[in-house]
């Protein structure tokens, strides 16, 4: 069993983001090439902007690097850009763990949490619903959540 003890959450340096780019082929690549087909060049470009842009997190079990999550803050809401984990360590309860930490610093400062999901990816919908986000949106690709308190 996976206790929240060994899970860390570190800020990413800039040598990280090779590692956040093969994460998310190795989680994501699948439901983009359902839905726009898949462009190694168009996708680092779009990861490199991001990674410049938001604030990412290496999501880390036992010291080793196992995932990546993005947000971005402002003064009124979080967003969930990317949460994606290697896929041995997914459906074990680690995004849950991490989900729930934003979710707590949310609470607190008593503002909403926004992610989108693609709406091929059905598990990322189901996880949505299990942490308490409803639909508040939709586009013809995504689907828009939010949860607050």
């Known amino acids: 069993m996976i206790l929240p003890d060994d899970i860390t959450l570190r800020p990413a340096a800039p040598q990280d ?17 359902m839905v726009w087909g898949w462009n190694d060049a168009e ?4 990861h490199e902007r991001r990674f410049a842009e938001h604030e990412f997190w290496i999501v880390s079990m036992d010291e080793i690097d196992i995932g990546i999550l993005a947000l971005v803050r402002t003064s009124d809401r979080i967003d969930v850009n990317q949460l994606f984990l290697l896929s041995d360590y997914q459906r074990q309860g680690i995004g849950c763990y991490c989900m729930q930490r934003i979710l707590a610093e949310s609470k ?3 503002m909403p949490v926004y992610i989108q999901t693609l709406k091929v990816n059905i598990p990322a919908q189901n996880f949505a619903e299990k942490l308490g986000f409803r639909k508040v949106g939709e586009t013809a690709t995504h689907i828009q959540w939010e949860w607050s308190e």
């Open 108 to 110: 607190k400062k008593d």
């Open 43 to 46: 996708q680092r470009a779009m």
């Open 17 to 33: 983001s090779e590692f956040a780019f093969n994460v998310k082929k190795s989680a994501f690549r699948k439901y983009i090439e």
